[in-house]
């Protein structure tokens, strides 16, 4: 933080800087089948399951509304205002949700159906990938300092991968070295 610009001085980066230091040293999510294990991680789903969930939503939102235009099990059958002897206003509430509750399963499955065709993309394989979290954690640190400070961002790397226990040794030259490989291949792109 004492290196900061005026701009960024009241910023607390700490979680973005370690965070990207682990993925820069981390050597346990090398391919998508990994990633995909830490997207999925307390889901109770394989990535097939995840995959086809939305569709099992939209067809659950399709029974609802047909038992919801049955005549013996729509919930104006069963939830009566008029009989239920508690809160008239909360039965009125609560009919109207089971009614609403085909629409709201549907918006669900549309954005899950989104967000899960983005996510692979987020974060690509080897032999970039280790690279490119470098490579970020010193455009980061160059923009909150107006510097890139090859020498810290070392330090940072070797700490986490201390902590981690991977064997990646990372100096402030290779960080110097992959930054210019990454202008030239953006350069090259472009």
């Known amino acids: 933080m004492r290196l900061q610009t005026e701009a960024w001085a009241r910023v607390d980066l700490s979680h973005e800087l370690t965070g990207l230091?682990?993925?820069a040293v981390f050597t346990g999510l090398e391919d998508r089948k990994s990633w995909e294990g830490m997207w999925l991680q307390g889901t109770g789903k394989t990535w097939k399951a995840l995959k086809e969930f939305p569709g099992r939503l939209r067809r659950m939102a399709d029974e609802v509304e047909r038992l919801n235009a049955?005549?013996?099990f729509r919930p104006k059958v069963?939830?009566?205002p008029t009989l239920v002897s508690s809160d008239r206003h909360q039965?009125?509430?609560k009919m109207k949700s089971f009614y609403q509750l085909p629409t709201v399963l549907r918006s669900y499955a549309e954005a899950l159906s989104q967000h899960?065709?983005?996510v692979p993309r987020k974060f690509p394989p080897r032999p970039w990938g280790r690279s490119r979290w470098v490579c970020e954690l010193s455009d980061l640190t160059e923009l909150a300092t107006g510097k890139p400070h090859h020498e810290?961002?070392?330090s940072l790397l070797?700490?986490?991968a201390n902590v981690l226990n991977e064997k990646v040794a990372v100096d402030a030259v290779n960080i110097a070295?992959?930054?210019s490989r990454r202008k030239k291949r953006t350069k090259k792109l472009a």
């Open 116 to 118: 899960s065709a983005k």
């Open 21 to 23: 230091a682990c993925l």
């Open 152 to 154: 810290q961002v070392a």
């Open 91 to 93: 039965a009125v509430t």
């Open 78 to 80: 069963f939830i009566n």
């Open 177 to 179: 070295e992959t930054r």
């Open 158 to 160: 070797s700490a986490a």
């Open 70 to 72: 049955n005549q013996f």
